[in-house]
């Protein structure tokens, strides 16, 4: 559920190819000779590497979109040199500028911002005829959602498969600990559980992804979104942030869209573009067929490419090995957890104290806590501890007396406000305020929400 446009635009690119009309270049008249666009494009390309030599990445990207973008305006008269360019360019990223865009890089970055920016290779029609009947052949599969393959999924799996192998590779390995508890959820629900594999696309299963958008957690959801359908979204704590929790509130969410529009190809482009905006695609089309809609350009790339880029995931995570990926060897941090009781507020550090454990496992197990106590205003909150713990430590959580947690005022900042001035008003330091919000230096601008903590000497 995040938006973005990084990286080369090859996403639609065959798309662009098959749907849009022969566009030509009127030639000056008199003048020197213009050079055609295979020479055009062989120049743009030279740029391009001139760039990479340099280690300038972006410079690269951008001639090399150059290069693409003086073919397609040939028209078809261009289609094999342009697929040539096409491959080469899909070869250098793999080998140049896939570490640049890695969602590793980021702490952060939500996957799905880098699966839409995925260059695509071309599909043929022999292409789409071997993955359906290799879909339909494995015997040991049986999905509970209706697997589409055509163009758009194969060009998807063949780039999960190479330029983003190893992204989807570490999806896999966080899964291990999720797709259990995640199936169950939406089971419970009485969904079809092929959507608990919905998070290796929006965040590679990273319960901290955060997207441009500000999407957050393992399901992406957008603050509002969540607050919508259950999850607690404030200054103390994140619920988006619990991939337990989120599952619940997606499970939800997908529900209630599915009701709504009975096609669970519109419920997960809903869930990705947001209902009105894919309401309005309908009613431009006239169709409620997600592909048929897929076909124009009254839904955002990014949409237009979810549903398939989510097919081709899952078709690999069902059939890990016939796609060459595997499964297992991630971190568990949340297999064999159990949850506890505590008096609330209370610091986690006390609590830490009592199990034995480090502090930072703590928070690691709860990382909707936003703050290194649990909720002021809440008696008692459930908290997520090792397995292993003695029964007897355990009871003895109930007993740890609450904390006195100093008192926050929520500000937005408004314009001409400092830091200082802000500090002054609610009798506290530059330096508590930054230290709350995790701020590292003095500037603010207009519109930023700030946790205050009023009388604090540091």
């Known amino acids: 559920m995040s938006k973005a446009r990084t990286g080369l635009p090859l996403a639609v690119l065959f798309l662009v190819l098959a749907c849009a009309p022969s566009r030509r270049h009127l030639a000056p008249v008199g003048g020197p000779p213009v050079p055609g666009p295979e020479a055009r494009a062989e120049a743009f390309f030279r740029q391009g590497e001139v760039c990479l030599e340099k280690g300038d990445m972006a410079g690269a990207a951008s001639w090399f979109d150059r290069t693409l973008d003086a073919l397609l305006d040939a028209g078809n008269d261009t289609r094999v040199v342009l697929g040539g360019y096409v491959k080469r360019i899909a070869d250098i990223e793999m080998n140049y500028l896939k570490d640049k865009n890695s969602p590793e890089n980021g702490e952060h970055e939500a996957f799905l911002d880098q699966v839409i920016a995925t260059p695509l290779f071309p599909s043929s029609e022999q292409d789409v005829r071997e993955l359906e009947q290799k879909v339909s052949e494995a015997a040991a599969v049986s999905y509970s959602l209706p697997v589409v393959v055509n163009p758009q999924v194969v060009s998807f799996l063949k780039a999960f498969q190479t330029i983003r192998h190893d992204g989807i590779q570490r999806a896999l390995d966080r899964m291990g600990e999720f797709i259990g508890p995640f199936r169950d959820t939406f089971r419970a629900h009485g969904l079809p559980e092929d959507l608990a594999y919905l998070p290796i696309i929006e965040s590679g299963f990273r319960v901290d992804a955060t997207s441009r958008a500000r999407a957050r957690g393992a399901w992406q ?41 009975n096609d669970w190809y519109i419920a997960l482009a809903c869930y990705n573009g947001g209902p009105r905006r894919v309401e309005r695609a309908m009613r431009a089309v006239q169709s409620s067929d997600f592909f048929a809609i897929n076909r124009t350009r009254h839904i955002r790339r990014e949409t237009r490419n979810y549903v398939p880029a989510f097919l081709a995931s899952l078709i690999i995570a069902r059939s890990p090995a016939e796609y060459g990926f595997t499964l297992g060897g991630g971190e568990a941090v949340f297999a064999g957890s159990r949850t506890a009781m505590v008096p609330s507020p209370v ?46 430590v355990l009871a003895g959580l109930e007993r740890i007396p609450a904390s006195k947690i100093p008192t926050y005022n929520a500000y937005r900042v408004r314009p001409g406000d400092s830091l200082y001035a802000i500090a002054r008003r609610f009798a506290t330091t530059v330096r508590a305020i930054k230290k709350v919000n995790g701020l590292r230096s003095n500037l603010i601008r207009p519109g930023m929400n700030l946790i205050i903590p009023r009388g604090a000497d540091d």
Request: charged share 30%; with cysteine.
């Open 347 to 392: 610091y986690l550090a006390h609590v830490a104290e009592r199990l034995g454990i480090p502090c930072d496992d703590l928070k690691r197990l709860n990382p909707e806590l936003l703050r290194d106590f649990t909720p002021s205003n809440v008696g008692h909150y459930r908290l997520r501890v090792p397995g292993d713990v003695d029964e007897a």
């Open 221 to 261: 959801f957008m603050a509002s979104t969540a607050r919508l359908f259950g999850l607690r979204v404030d200054w103390q704590v994140d619920e988006r942030l619990d991939p337990f929790k989120a599952a619940e509130a997606a499970a939800r969410f997908l529900k209630h869209l599915f009701e709504q529009y």
